[in-house]
């Protein structure tokens, strides 16, 4: 019995859906918006097993989700379509508005108080632009080097607390990290106000700030 063409076109939507529905091919969005990887790598980076890591992975290539190519005996992955972003960040807005869980993780990383607004990127750019504001990077140093946003300082989370004589206490701090689902930004912020100064975090991450079509730096 054949199907109906609107019914064909649900079970695609559908596969695209089902491959967003486990956390560990989340994380794997989130760690490939960074940049193309290897299985290897991406197995480090999330935490999973080579062999699980392969497996969601071609769960995400089934969806369309990522894609592929051989560099030698090793298979790299990226992101399909930089649209992909916004279907994950549209995933977090409906679950911040919606679940009450999520409000209550949230409110947990800063320390249970209400979180400042987080800092647009055209803000941002602007403020650079005149020297107004101190931008953190919390990523890992590996990621941070691949790609950063100019004149970012890089600490991670476990360094912050060496780090804060560093800061301009009369500087405002927008920390970043990896994109919508990275909670690094939520805990740098909450670490360097409980320190006393003055910080939020960036609405976005590097992800979002390049698909704007923002300068990149690195270190070579």
């Not at 290897?38 to 089934?62: D, F, M, P, Y």
């Not at 990383?109 to 953190?136: K, Q």
């Not at 910080?199 to 704007?212: F, H, Q, S, T, V």
């Amino acid at each position: 019995m054949s199907i109906s063409p609107k019914t064909a076109l649900l079970e695609e939507y559908a596969l695209v859906a089902r491959a967003l529905s486990a956390p560990a091919r989340l994380m794997l969005l989130e760690q490939l918006a960074q940049g193309e990887r290897g299985v290897e790598a991406l197995a480090e980076k999330t935490g999973l097993t080579i062999a699980n890591c392969s497996q969601h992975l071609q769960q995400l290539r089934r969806a369309a989700l990522v894609t592929s190519r051989r560099d030698g005996k090793s298979v790299i992955y990226r992101l399909t379509d930089a649209k992909t972003l916004q279907l994950m960040d549209l995933l977090r807005i409906i679950a911040e508005r919606n679940l009450a869980q999520v409000e209550r993780i949230l409110r947990g990383l800063s320390d249970g108080e209400d979180a400042p607004e987080p800092v647009s990127r055209a803000d941002l750019a602007a403020r650079l632009a005149d020297g107004s504001v101190t931008v953190l990077d919390v990523r890992p140093a590996d990621e941070y080097a691949a790609g950063h946003i100019p004149g970012a300082l890089n600490a991670t989370l476990s360094e912050i607390d060496g780090v804060v004589s560093m800061f301009d206490s009369t500087a405002e701090i927008v920390a970043y990290c990896r994109g919508p689902y990275c909670v690094y930004a939520h805990q740098a912020v909450a670490a360097l106000r409980r320190h006393g100064l003055n910080a939020r975090r960036l609405d976005g991450g590097l992800p979002e700030w390049r698909e704007d079509g923002r300068k990149i730096a690195s270190v070579s």
